[in-house]
């Protein structure tokens, strides 16, 4: 089966930098991607991994080792609109199909 | 459009009807998802369109939903019989392709009752 795991809920401080993990259990695996999910809203595409390593898109940034079955998403600057939940994604099989984490709840406080 | 679009936005149903959920999928994408999300929880995924190919059924959860789509453009899925356990939020994605991510729609509410 799949399966990823991330920690349910991250608190940090507006300006601060925060790491949110995930592990996963795929057969098949092909690539990592991050999706944030404001309440009400529908999921927005942040970043795919599809080799080891880093990849920035402004204040966030991804990484993937796939020898760790690893990789976490890294907020940077943190602003209170950053307040959401956010999901780790596996691409298995076709490469397209994604099977997501159970999210992490990123609470941004003063 | 611009974006994908789901009708209803919100649906309530009695249980034991049937119901029909749309997507209208961002024009030019080749690839189409449904998954279905509980309060306060991930992501499962039901059904994957990519193209003309035969769809990939296996997270459909029983044999009362099915989906289809025509003319490589807009989807039906269709819940029959409903369930209380049916109740959640559908949401439908299209995709180019890995690197640009899949785009959302902002989902059905079902409510059923």
């Known amino acids: 089966g799949q399966s990823l795991e991330q920690p349910s809920e991250v608190t940090a401080v507006e300006g601060a930098i925060v790491q949110i993990n995930c592990t996963y259990q795929?057969?098949?695996?092909?690539?990592l991607s991050w999706y944030q999910q404001h309440d009400g809203g529908a999921p927005t595409f942040l970043s795919y991994?599809?080799?080891?390593g880093l990849e920035e898109t402004g204040r966030f940034s991804s990484f993937l080792s796939r020898s760790d079955s690893y990789g976490y998403l890294l907020l940077q600057e943190l602003q209170m609109k950053d307040s959401a939940s956010y999901f780790c994604?596996?691409?298995?099989?076709?490469?397209?199909?994604?099977?997501f984490g159970t999210g992490t709840r990123l609470q941004v406080t003063l | 459009g611009a974006g994908v679009s789901q009708s209803p936005s919100n649906k309530v149903t009695e249980k034991g009807k049937d119901v029909e959920l749309r997507c209208d999928p961002i024009?030019?994408?080749?690839?189409l998802y449904w998954y279905r999300q509980s309060l306060g929880q991930g992501l499962e995924f039901l059904i994957y369109?990519?193209?003309?190919?035969?769809?990939?059924k296996s997270g459909l959860p029983s044999d009362r939903f099915s989906a289809e789509r025509t003319g490589g453009s807009v989807s039906t899925l269709t819940i029959q019989r409903t369930q209380q356990e049916d109740s959640a939020v559908y949401l439908c994605?299209?995709?180019?392709?890995?690197?640009?991510?899949?785009?959302f729609g902002s989902g059905t509410r079902l409510t059923v009752v």
């Open positions: 994605a299209s995709s180019l392709g890995l690197v640009d991510g899949y785009t």
């Open positions: 795929t057969s098949g695996f092909y690539g």
């Open positions: 991994n599809g080799l080891d």
């Open positions: 994604a596996s691409h298995t099989g076709t490469a397209s199909k994604l099977t």
């Open positions: 024009s030019g994408h080749t690839a």
């Open positions: 369109f990519q193209g003309n190919s035969a769809p990939d």
